[in-house]
Structure formats: C-alpha cells, structure tokens
C-alpha cells in the first residue's frame, strides 16, 4: 500500500539492499522452505488447539467461569483493528492490479494475481492471524460459555484450509480471506461492543452476511475449479491445482450448512434465555 509503504522506500539495509515497498513485492511463500510451511505446523497446531479446548473445559467444570470485561474487549478490538489493516491491504492490493490491466477474470484465475509479493506475504499473515483467533474458544472456555460444534470446527479447519491454499498455489483464494477479513472487522467491533455491555442491534444480520460469505466463496471457487476442469486441468487456464480446490470447496460448503444450520436454530425459533453462541 503506498500511504504505508511510501515512507520505507530507503530501508535497504533491513531488506537485504531494498526499500519495504520492493521487498514485499518480491517476497513469495515456498512450501517446504518458508518457515511454518510444513504440513506438521498447521495440523499440529489445530490438534493442539482441541486439547486445550478439552483440557480447559475440564479444568473449568469446577471453577467459577472468570470475568474480565476489560481483556476482552481488547482481544476483540486488536482484532478487528487487525483485520480492518489486511483488509485494507489486500483490497488495495487488488484494486491496483484491476487498474493496471488485470480483468475479473484474471483477478479470479491468473497466476499473476497469486503471484504478486504483497498477495503472498497477505496470505501468509492471515494464515497466523488464524492462530491468534483460537484465542476466542479459550476465552469463551474460562468464562464457562457454551463453545458450539461450529466455533470449534470453524476455528481448526480454517487454519488448515489457509495453509493448504498457500501450499496448492489457489488463485482465487484471495476471495473468501478479503470477505471474511471484512466480515471480521465487522464481528469483532460487535464482540468488543459486548465486552463493554454495549448493545449492538445488527447482530442477525451478521450471521446472514457471513452466510452470504459463503455462497459467494463457494461460486467463484467453483466457478475458477469448473474453468480448470473444463480447459483439461490446464492451470496456465485458471491457476491452481485440484487438491487446492476440492479442500477449498468442501470446507466453504461445509461452512455454509453449518452456517444456515445455525442461523435457523438460533433465530427460526422462539428466543430462549440463554444468548447465542459465540460463532464467527
């Protein structure tokens, strides 16, 4: 982005004789050889994530859930600040190749696109950015709230689902990370609003909007694989290969149900005392 980067144009000496602006641009993920690239990071760490979330959960079942109105609403401000900045990122990011000549079409499918420096090193912090939003389970945990099948699963497989797409070369993964970092900026405001007792009206609609997330992620992925198929498996057609996106398909589509399931028990029904879950 300029108006960040525009500043650290005579860096060199931090970034191996060039300015920030360059470096990024030059900066690619190499499975196997960037660090935290091996499969054993992302599915270590989900697994670890489920023993916690059982061992806190054990733990807790005599203790008295914990309060901390202040700390919450920090982890959810942070956050939503977080996602607001590569949000930004990577929709400026975007709109700067659609100026210089990238058509819808390539934006969606072109090894361009995947192969711009400032979209791989995107990519690679919001794949962190999932570990940090495991944060929200454990939270919830030790204030003695119910953690839903959805938040836990939604939480382990997205970690796993955004390595996959940097190992798999997924050219329009771009389109579920730039609408969830919105949606996020969105829902983290609500949550930190929460943390305050400050009541925000739209929640139900945010629930209808990370559904929507889903039915558009789920239509260009398949969209973009169709293509794939279609041009013989060719990737210099639409780039990416068909692990990349059979996983990317099955776990947005997954989403999606447990999504829609969720919002016609929660608001299809007479409300009950109990506030909905927590889901993001």
């Known amino acids: 982005m300029q108006f960040l980067t525009a500043g650290f144009e005579d860096s060199s000496a931090l970034f191996g004789g060039k300015g920030i602006a360059r470096w990024l641009s030059d900066w690619r993920f190499q499975p196997n050889v960037t660090p935290f690239s091996y499969w054993a990071w992302p599915v270590g760490a989900s697994v670890m994530y489920v023993l916690i979330l059982f061992s806190l959960r054990h733990v807790m079942a005599t203790r008295k859930a914990l309060e901390f109105p202040r700390i919450l609403f920090l ?7 977080a996602s607001l900045f590569l949000g930004s990122w990577l929709t400026y990011t975007l709109a700067d190749a659609f100026v210089n000549g990238l058509t819808a079409y390539q934006l969606v499918c072109s090894r361009q696109i995947y192969e711009n420096g400032h979209m791989h090193m995107i990519y690679y912090i919001n794949m962190f950015f999932k570990v940090w939003e495991f944060l929200d389970t454990f939270l919830l945990v030790v204030r003695k709230k119910q953690v839903a099948f959805l938040h836990a699963y939604h939480h382990a497989a997205t970690l796993i689902l955004t390595w996959n797409q940097l190992m798999e070369h997924s050219s329009p993964q771009w389109v579920p990370i730039v609408i969830n970092l919105w949606v996020h900026v969105l829902m983290y405001y609500y949550y930190a609003m929460s ?58 589509f997954s989403y999606l ?24």
Do not use: M
């Open 257 to 280: 149900l447990l999504f829609v399931r969720f919002y016609f028990q929660t608001y299809s029904k007479p409300r009950s005392k109990e506030s909905a879950k927590k889901v993001q």
């Open 195 to 252: 943390a305050l007792r400050i009541r925000i009206w739209w929640k139900k609609y945010l629930t209808t909007l990370q559904i929507c997330q889903f039915v558009i992620d789920v239509t260009i992925i398949g969209y973009a694989y169709f293509t794939f198929i279609r041009a013989g498996f060719d990737d210099t057609v639409c780039y990416g290969t068909t692990t990349g996106a059979l996983v990317g398909l099955g776990v947005l």
């Open 75 to 81: 982890h959810n401000i942070t956050l939503c600040i």
